[in-house]
């Protein structure tokens, strides 16, 4: 019997969903809550329901298609997803998961009640909060709710700069957190099914550039008691929060070996996307299976390395640079990912490239020569 799945959001994440759901032995019909029919996800979908993220009343119209709902993204409003809820709606992961990770402050503070290594932090709610704030400069300035790849986020040197920035983000509720001094990023994609199993897929390197996510290595250059503490804290985490569903964990590793955690993502995750060719089960096949309750998935590596590497916009334009994707897909071991956006903003992801490769050895020179094909 096919199980109808619905996703909040039709952008990139849910269009590798619903192509993840294409094998037959999952027997899985994909539907999508978009805001337009421009949206990556509608070419994908079974069915179409059109509305923003936080729309509640085009969710109500999905809940009536399918028997269970997912997220693409952290934007929704808890509140009015909680009638549909208590209506008998099935959400994964559930509301009670996602309520104290959705607000940034809310999130820093439960893992520190739960004793999950976090960097020194502080509200900001009103204009008074700026100059009494305990964090010393630097530090980093964060919208509390909406704010990714580097939007909403400001590092910040003195009380001048972290007024003007919280004022040009609209004097929205924020935090300001110490600027850690780390050496490397990493993340983990972590799995949680119903029955309480759990597996954690390899620790990556993150790599950003102005706070958005440049490429990934799989699996990141560090020992193994540094990768354990971290695959060990990411299920401490949805241990403590009683989750089903996937989750990508970002951390900061700092030079005396120690990690704390970044952020927490209730979802598939950019820094999971070389999983579709470099593990067994991608992040996006294990959260199906999560939501349709069949055991999770191998998450073994069919390669040593993997490298995955965003395709981000570098001018405002509109192209589906067709003749540059076909000279990436002419790199040995490369798959291109593109998600079907045809307008290119400075920053925004396009898509990306992931390569296999048997060693770290040439892995920089990988990189560079994609960076250089996509922008010449």
């Known amino acids: 019997m096919t199980i109808k799945v619905g996703i909040i959001g039709g952008g990139q994440l849910a269009a590798m969903m619903a192509i993840a759901s294409k094998p037959q032995e999952l027997d899985i019909s994909i ?15 079974e069915k179409i329901i059109l509305g923003k993220v936080d729309d509640a009343k085009a969710t109500a119209e999905l809940a009536q298609y399918v028997d269970v709902i997912t997220f693409e993204n952290e934007f929704v409003d808890l509140e009015k997803l909680q009638v549909l809820a ?12 996602l309520e104290p990770l959705l607000d940034k402050y809310t999130q820093r503070s439960y893992l520190q009640e739960h004793g999950i290594p976090v960097p020194k932090f502080s509200a900001i709610t009103t204009a008074a909060d700026l100059s009494t704030q305990p964090i010393s400069f630097p530090l980093v300035l964060k919208a509390r709710r909406n704010g990714y790849d580097g939007q909403g986020t400001r590092i910040v040197n003195s009380e001048a700069e972290l007024r003007d920035a919280w004022h040009s983000m609209g004097k929205v509720p924020a935090l300001v957190e110490e600027k850690v001094d780390f050496v490397v990023e990493l993340a983990v994609m972590i799995a949680r099914s119903s029955t309480g199993e759990c597996l954690t897929y390899p620790v990556v390197e993150t790599h950003q550039l102005n706070q958005v996510c440049t490429h990934v290595i799989a699996p990141a250059r560090i020992n193994q008691a540094i990768a354990t503490q971290a695959q060990e804290i990411a299920k401490a985490i949805v ?90 897909e002419k790199l040995p071991n490369c798959s291109v990912h593109w998600y079907g956006k045809n307008i290119s903003r400075i920053g925004r992801k396009l898509g990306h490239v992931t390569v296999l490769m048997e060693n770290y050895e040439n892995i920089e020179q990988t990189i560079s020569t994609i960076n250089a094909i996509w922008q010449p």
């Open 31 to 45: 539907a999508v809550q978009a805001q337009g029919l421009d949206d990556p996800a509608v070419t994908w979908a």
């Open 86 to 97: 208590d209506a008998g709606t099935k959400f994964i992961p559930s509301l009670q998961t």
């Open 239 to 328: 241990t403590n929060l009683d989750a089903v569903g996937i989750f990508g964990i970002e951390y900061f590793l700092t030079a005396d070996g120690k990690v704390s955690v970044n952020e927490i993502a209730p979802r598939t995750h950019n820094s999971g996307h070389y999983t579709i060719e470099a593990c067994h089960t991608s992040q996006f096949e294990q959260l199906l299976r999560i939501v349709t309750y069949n055991s999770l998935g191998d998450i073994s590596m069919r390669s040593p390395v993997a490298v995955m590497v965003n395709l981000l916009g570098y001018e405002n334009v509109e192209s589906e640079y067709v003749d540059i994707r076909h000279q990436l």
